[in-house]
């Protein structure tokens, strides 16, 4: 079984049961011999609010050290959004492993009328993976009520309602204090319910739980156990909070906006405190890295463009409230939403637009654009236009929109997912040699005969591999034949599931697709943009943040060459940790072609003690301040926004973070000072030894992840050509990951970045018998590999011999080009 088929079967299974409960979800846990048991669950209910305070609650404990699954719904791009470990997707093997397990049984069961729905099936592979991956907490967003919910299957530990408003009232109450009681059934046995709910409905909360902690805004009216003060934006996509107990406060910034976020961020914090011993400082820490793609995100600013899946009217009310703390002129809304919700109420909540454009989100269940915009004019609004696809709808909005103004996209989280896609989407070129790779590549695209045996001939030349809504897709292959070339997909697009989409042809090909995609327009030109951007075609667009020749990578593959200040670096520790040892050494790396200098005070290699700020600072900035005016860039190897900030007031212009930006404050540091960036792709800095990884396919999964850590870069206000991104050979991968990360590093050229390979003397080159001490010469190998795969900055410790084997690779690509 392929995953695309692993994936249609779940979403072939049936929405609703005639009677709810938690019966069916047991039986399906029993049949995998309840692999949940032993892991302690912790319970997320409400009407609005709940999958935000679940992604703080998941950080946070994560910045206490604990391993923590994540279960939410629904899902933005992929299905496998809704399993998370430790901030990792459930793996495409998983998943239909899972199925492979539990399709015999759901079949049997649908023979007798009682197969498992969606929800119940997709809870139980939740259970099992975080069973499985033995994690020390999982944290479950119920999906409707509490009491008869699939995830009330388990005995939670902690549990919150964070609010309550009417919805699915022909199935948990009719009024909000039966909703309340409803969902109150997630009450643990041992420790009090945390909720955000006042008036008559936290009355039937306490009817229901033996004991409640109630979190919110204190006023005449409400005295909250803990009071929460949400104080305004800082900026345009941070909000600052304080949260005030009896025993303890905390003031922090959040990412997600809006007073009810204050709240949310409360209950996470109560429930932080009732399953771990949680610092103040990881609270705060956890809670600002609590990003959440589609609930208020600023995706750009000039225009202002906003992305929020608010579905219902209450959460239409609160993006209204949230939206008018930013100062705008006129707004441009963009609306996709579901048949099920109550347009009339959500178009009287949302804030007042100059015009409204609707469209439809790529799946069975979504409204038709029509009656979306009939409601809208009957609600007043001037101008209302349709378009056949969100993307469409986005960049009419867009187009339409002046600096000054703002574009809101919302209705229903398929819409914002299908509008994220505009930032998201990364077309891959692969490098095809031969039918062999030609075939690996269809075949990871869950591509089976008779399409594969059909076109795997056709793959020989340009190859390039993108992911896109299934209507989207096929208007796509449809192009991409008649124009003689060749293009397949993964699947169907059951409900929304976005498919992989394998094109084929000669350069000319993708040559006139582009122009045929651009004649279209829509979000027909995000997909001409991806493929220039992929195949490096004449007209990608690049950001002007700069002069022509800012950085050193762009002109040519730079050197940087590692000056570690430190006694405990792997390769060279000790070395250079005296101030004149450290210049002497960038001297005569400058002297032997380096381009940039990359000073390290803390070691990341396994094991490695953390450095405080004070102790790192005071190793980098006398050093940096020696070598600021060589000939040479400068650039700081920190995981620290507070040393990165230091740094770069002493004079370095890069900031090398191999965390990944996971200092929130990183990102604000690099671009108040305007410099380069490096994010690096690592699940642990320093290494944990023996951290296992599961990967489908290591450089494909490594995009994906890094393509989110850009875009909090951008939203910062950096540019793509100052953000650099890097594999991270050796952080979380194995050596024959690493290795092919290095042989396949020219496919990151699809994140539309600078690349960055550091491979120097690491001990994946054990993998082909080099030990510690003797890898020069495979490094220098490794060096010109990824120099003709186009990797545009190398990172080593030899300066001589690897700015030798750049300069023989950029020569033997190109002779007459480079010269020095």
């Known amino acids: ?149 699939a995830t009330s299957v388990v005995d939670p530990i902690a549990s919150a309602v964070t609010s309550v408003t009417l919805e699915h009232t022909g199935i948990i109450g009719e009024t909000e204090t039966e909703i309340a009681a409803d969902k109150a059934h997630v009450a643990p046995a041992d420790t009090p319910l945390v909720t955000g709910v006042s008036g008559e409905p936290l009355e039937a909360v306490r009817s229901v739980a033996d004991e409640v902690v109630t979190v919110g805004h204190e006023d005449g009216n409400s005295h909250p156990d803990v009071a929460v003060s949400y104080d305004g934006r800082q900026n345009h996509t941070e909000a600052a909070i304080s949260i005030d107990a009896d025993d303890w406060d905390l003031e922090t910034r959040i990412p997600l906006l809006g007073t009810h976020q204050a709240e949310n961020a409360g209950i996470a914090a109560v429930l932080s405190r009732q399953i771990t011993d949680v610092s103040e400082a990881d609270l705060a820490r956890g809670l600002r890295s609590a990003h959440w793609p589609g609930r208020f995100e600023v995706m750009e600013t000039e225009p202002l463009v906003v992305l929020d899946g608010a579905h219902n009217p209450g959460a239409c009310e609160t993006v209204a409230e949230t939206l008018a703390s930013y100062e705008y002129d006129d707004l441009h809304l963009v609306v996709g939403a579901m048949h099920d919700k109550d347009h009339r109420e959500m178009a009287a909540a949302m804030p007042t637009a100059t015009t409204v454009v609707t469209a439809e989100p790529s799946l069975d269940r979504a409204e038709d654009r029509n009656v979306l915009a009939r409601v809208f004019e009957e609600a007043g609004t001037n101008e209302v236009r349709t378009a056949p696809s969100v993307q469409d709808a986005l960049t009419v909005a867009i187009e339409r929109a002046e600096t000054d103004d703002c574009v809101l996209v919302a209705g229903s989280l398929f819409a914002v997912a299908e509008a994220r896609s505009r930032w998201t989407a990364a077309g891959i070129p692969k490098r095809i040699r031969n039918l062999e790779d030609a075939r690996e590549t269809l075949e990871g695209a869950d591509v089976r005969d008779p399409e594969l045996e059909r076109a795997e001939e056709n793959a020989v030349h340009r190859v390039l591999k993108t992911n896109l809504a299934y209507r989207q897709a096929r208007e796509l292959k449809d192009d991409v034949l008649r124009l003689g070339g060749d293009c397949v997909l993964s699947g169907h697009g059951t409900d929304g599931e976005r498919v992989d989409a394998v094109l084929m042809g000669t350069l000319e090909t993708f040559e006139e697709l582009i122009d045929v995609l651009e004649t279209e327009g829509g979000g027909s030109n995000d997909v001409a943009r991806e493929l220039r951007t992929a195949l490096e075609l004449e007209g990608t667009e690049t950001s002007t943040g700069g002069d022509d020749t800012r950085w050193p990578w762009e002109d040519s593959t730079a050197v940087m060459g590692i000056l570690n200040v430190t006694p405990d670096s792997f390769h060279d520790g000790g070395e250079y940790d005296a101030l004149e040892d450290a210049v002497s050494r960038a001297e005569a790396m400058v002297a032997a072609g380096v381009d940039v200098l990359d000073v390290g005070g803390e070691s990341t290699r396994p094991g490695a003690e953390p450095v405080s700020v004070e102790k790192e600072i005071d190793r980098v900035v006398p050093v940096i301040e020696h070598i600021a005016d060589l000939d040479a860039s400068v650039s700081i190897d920190t995981r620290k926004a507070a040393v990165a900030d230091a740094a770069l007031e002493a004079g370095a212009d890069i900031v090398n973070d191999v965390s990944g930006l996971e200092d929130p404050d990183m990102r604000f540091v690099v671009a108040e000072h305007d410099a380069g960036l490096v994010v690096m792709h690592s699940i642990d800095a320093p290494v944990v030894p023996d951290r296992a990884v599961t990967y489908d396919d290591v450089v ?37 990951e690493s290795f092919e990360l290095l042989g396949r590093a020219d496919e990151f050229r699809a994140l539309g970045c600078p690349v960055l390979i550091g491979h120097s003397h690491k001990s994946m080159f054990g993998h082909v018998d080099r030990a510690s001490g003797e890898r020069l010469a495979a490094t220098v190998a490794a060096t010109a590999i990824a120099t003709d795969r186009g990797a545009d900055v190398i990172r080593v410790h030899d300066a001589p011999e690897n700015v030798a084997a750049v300069r023989t690779a950029l020569a033997a690509r190109d002779p007459a080009q480079f010269e020095w």
């Open 700 to 736: 494909e999964d490594v995009i994906d992840q890094l393509s989110e850590r850009i875009l909090l870069a951008e939203k910062a206000g950096l540019d793509r050509e100052q953000i650099v991104v890097d594999p991270g050979l050796g952080f979380g991968k194995s050596s024959s």
């Open 1 to 149: 079984m392929e995953y695309h088929e692993a994936a249609d079967f779940c979403f072939g299974l049936r929405r609703f049961r005639p009677k709810p409960g938690t019966e069916s979800t047991a039986r399906l846990l029993a049949h995998l011999e309840n692999p949940h048991n032993g892991v302690d669950f912790v319970q997320v209910a409400g009407s609005n609010g709940k999958g935000s305070t679940a992604r703080m609650l998941e950080r946070t404990l994560r910045e206490a050290g604990l391993s923590v699954g994540l279960y939410t719904s629904p899902h933005l791009e992929d299905l496998r959004e809704r399993v998370r470990i430790d901030g990792r997707k459930i793996p495409r093997s998983a998943v239909t492993e899972y199925v492979e397990a539990v399709r015999g049984y759901v079949t049997e069961r649908a023979a007798d009328g009682e197969s498992p729905t969606f929800f119940e099936t997709m809870t139980g592979m939740a259970l099992w993976h975080f069973g499985r991956e033995d994690v020390d907490v999982a944290i479950l967003e119920v999906g409707i009520g509490g009491r008869l919910d």
